[in-house]
C-alpha cells in the first residue's frame, strides 16, 4: 500500500504557500501533517487535501538553550488548528523575550519558513510559523 | 509465566566521567555479576541499553563488545535496545519477559551513557533527535523545551498563577537535591534551595537551570533470573511484581500535555498485572527529568488528582519523611540523568530500598516500589513494580 502524502509531497507544498494534509473518508477527520493513517480513526483511506491556516494557541516555551546550529532565542508553539489538527512550530512578529502564558489562546495564521538543514537533515527544512491574527 | 526476580544491582557513580561507555558498563556488570553469586559464564543474555554511542564515542553496535568486556559466554546474545531516555527500563522489560516465558533462566539488563561528553550543545542537538525530526525538531525543539510547554498548559489548564507553580517546582528540585546529597553515587550532592532555582539562568521558558537535569555519563546493571534461582543464590530476591509500557507518536499529536496518556495506560497494565494500587506503593523512582516532569507523573499514577499534585514537594508529602517518598535517590535532577542508564539505575535505587540498604535515605518498611521511566518528548513509557516478598 503506498504511503498517500509524503514528507516530500507535504514539504513542496510548504514552498508553494499551501499546506497539504489528508481528510479521511471514514470519519472526516483531517490530519496535518500527513501521517500514514488517519489520526483520529486509524483509517488508511485518506484524500488530499489543503489545510485552513487559522488556529489557536494551546501553548508555547521560549528556547534559550538551543541545539546545535540554532540561535536562540525563539519561541515554539502548539496550535490547534480550525479543522481539529494539533501543529508545532515557531511563532514569528513578536519578541520572544516579551511573550508571557497570556499568549495561550490567541488566533493565530499559519505560514512556513525555512530552516537550514546540519548533518543530520542533510537538507533545509520548511518548519510551520505563526503570526498572531 | 513462571515468577521472575532481581539476584543484583550495579551501577556506576553519576557525573564527569573520564571512562569509556564499555569500560563503565563492565563497573556496572560485574557488580552486579557478583552481587547475585553467579558468574559471568552463567549469563544466559545481554539486554543492553545504549542511545547515543555514535555521538559520544563513534561507537555503534555496542551490546557484543559489552558482553566481551564482561566476559560473558558467546552463546549468550547481546542486543542493544534503544527507548530514548527510557532505553534501559524497556530493556529490563523485555528481559523480565522473557525470563518468565522460560526462554531464559538468569540474564544481564543494563545501560550505558557518555551524555556529558558530548558538551551541551551537540548533547542538546542529539537529546533532540528523540523528538519527530521532520514535524518536530526543526522548530528547534529541545526537551526542556517540551517540558516547558506542558508547564505553561497546566499553570493554564488548572488557572495556577505562574510564580506558584515555579515556586512548587523549585520544592520539587530542592527535595531532589537534598536525597542527592545522602547518596554517593549522585551526579550531585549538594543541598540548593528555593533562590537557587528562582536565581538559575532559564532555559526554556518557564523552566531554569535548576529545574533541569542535568547531562551525565554513568552505567548501571541488573542481574534478573527465575525466582527460586534467585532464591538459592541470595538471602533477599526482590520479585518483579508487574511492568507495564506504553507508545505514543509525536508531541503535537497528543494534544493535552498535562496528561501523558501513555503513562496513564503503562501503569494501568502495571497495576493490574501487579494485583496493587497506588496506595500500595510505598517508594517510588520516576521521571523527574525536569521539576514538572515529577509533578504530572504522581498525578498519573494515582497519588493525587490530576491539577493537585502540584504542591506536594512544597508541603513535604514527597520528601523522605512524606507519605508518598518519590526519588529518594535524587531521581534524575541530582543522580544523573546518563540516558540508557537511567532505567536500570532506578530499578538498582529500588532493589536498594526495598533490602533496607540505602542508609540515610531509606525509605522505612519499603515493601513494594514502583520505576517510571518516560522515554523522548512523551513517546515511550515504561513502569516496573517490585516487591521484597
Redesign the interface.
Known amino acids: 500500500m503506498s504511503y498517500t502524502l509524503t ?1 516530500s509531497q507535504y514539504h513542496e507544498g510548504l514552498k508553494e504557500g499551501k499546506f497539504l494534509g489528508l481528510k479521511c473518508d471514514d470519519c472526516g477527520a483531517y490530519t496535518f ?1 500527513p ?1 500514514g493513517v488517519c ?1 483520529n480513526c486509524g483509517s488508511s483511506s485518506m484524500q488530499v487535501t489543503e489545510i485552513e491556516e487559522r488556529g489557536t494557541i ?13 540561535t ?1 532565542p ?1 519561541a ?1 508553539v ?1 496550535v ?1 488548528l480550525e479543522q481539529g489538527p ?5 511563532i514569528v512578529g513578536l519578541n520572544p523575550d516579551q ?1 508571557n ?1 497570556d499568549l ?2 490567541r488566533n493565530v495564521i499559519m505560514g512556513s519558513q525555512p ?1 537550514k538543514g ?1 548533518m ?2 542533510r537538507e533545509d ?4 510559523t505563526f503570526h498572531v491574527a | 509465566m513462571r515468577e521472575v526476580a532481581i539476584a543484583g544491582v550495579g551501577m556506576t557513580k553519576f557525573g564527569i566521567s573520564e571512562k569509556s561507555n564499555l569500560e563503565m558498563f563492565a563497573e556496572a556488570g560485574l557488580e552486579a555479576i557478583e552481587g547475585s553469586g553467579v558468574e559471568p559464564k552463567d549469563i544466559e543474555a545481554l539486554f543492553f541499553g545504549n542511545c547515543l554511542g555514535p555521538f559520544e564515542e563513534g561507537q555503534a553496535h555496542m551490546a557484543p563488545f559489552a558482553a566481551s568486556e564482561l566476559g560473558l559466554p558467546m552463546s549468550a546474545p547481546a542486543t542493544r535496545f534503544e527507548a530514548a531516555c527510557a532505553t534501559s527500563t524497556v530493556a529490563f522489560r523485555h528481559a523480565a519477559y522473557l525470563v518468565g516465558a522460560g526462554v531464559y533462566d538468569i540474564v544481564l539488563v543494563g545501560g550505558t551513557e557518555r551524555a556529558a561528553a558530548m558538551g ?3 548533547a ?2 542529539t537529546f ?2 528523540g523528538s519527530q ?10 526537551f ?2 517540551v517540558f ?3 508547564a ?2 497546566y ?2 489548564k488548572y488557572n495556577i498563577p ?1 510564580e506558584e507553580l515555579k515556586r512548587c517546582m523549585a520544592e520539587v528540585a530542592v527535595k531532589n537535591h537534598y536525597n542527592g546529597s545522602l547518596n554517593p553515587r549522585a551526579h550531585f550532592q549538594k543541598e540548593i534551595t528555593v533562590d537557587t532555582v528562582l536565581n538559575g ?7 531554569q537551570l535548576f529545574d533541569c537535569c542535568p547531562f551525565s555519563d554513568g552505567a548501571s546493571a541488573v542481574v534478573v533470573a527465575e525466582a527460586n534461582k534467585v532464591g538459592d543464590l541470595v538471602k533477599q530476591p526482590i520479585y518483579v511484581a508487574g511492568m507495564g509500557q506504553a507508545s505514543a ?5 497528543q ?1 493535552d ?1 498535562t496528561r501523558v496518556r501513555a503513562r496513564e495506560i503503562s501503569i494501568r497494565h502495571a497495576y493490574d498485572e501487579a494485583g496493587v494500587g497506588p496506595e500500595d506503593i510505598d517508594v517510588c523512582e520516576l521521571h523527574d527529568c525536569f521539576t514538572i516532569a515529577e509533578i504530572l507523573a504522581i498525578e498519573s499514577f494515582g497519588f493525587y488528582d490530576f491539577g493537585k499534585g502540584y504542591d506536594a514537594a512544597l508541603i513535604g508529602e514527597t520528601g523522605l519523611k512524606g507519605k508518598k517518598v518519590i526519588n529518594p535517590s535524587g531521581g534524575l535532577k541530582a543522580k544523573g540523568h546518563p540516558i540508557g542508564a537511567t532505567g536500570t539505575a532506578q530499578i538498582t535505587e529500588i532493589v536498594q530500598q526495598l533490602r533496607g540498604e540505602c542508609g540515610d535515605r531509606q525509605v522505612e518498611g519499603a515493601k513494594i516500589g514502583l520505576v517510571d521511566t518516560l522515554g523522548g518528548d512523551f513517546g515511550t513509557l515504561c513502569n516496573i513494580i517490585l516487591r521484597s516478598s
Open positions: 514528507f501533517p501521517l489520526s494551546r501553548t508555547f516555551t521560549v528556547i534559550r538553550v538551543a541545539p546545535e546550529g540554532m536562540p525563539y515554539i502548539i490547534e494539533w501543529v508545532m512550530g515557531n511573550l502564558i495561550i489562546g530552516v546540519d543530520f537533515t527544512i520548511r518548519v510551520l | 551541551t550543545s551537540l542538546t542537538r533532540a533527535m525530526s521532520k514535524y518536530e525538531s526543526p522548530a528547534g525543539l529541545t526542556p523545551g516547558a510547554m506542558a505553561h498548559m499553570a493554564k505562574l539562568m532559564m532555559v526554556a521558558d518557564p523552566l507518536g509525536a508531541l503535537y499529536l494534544k500535555l
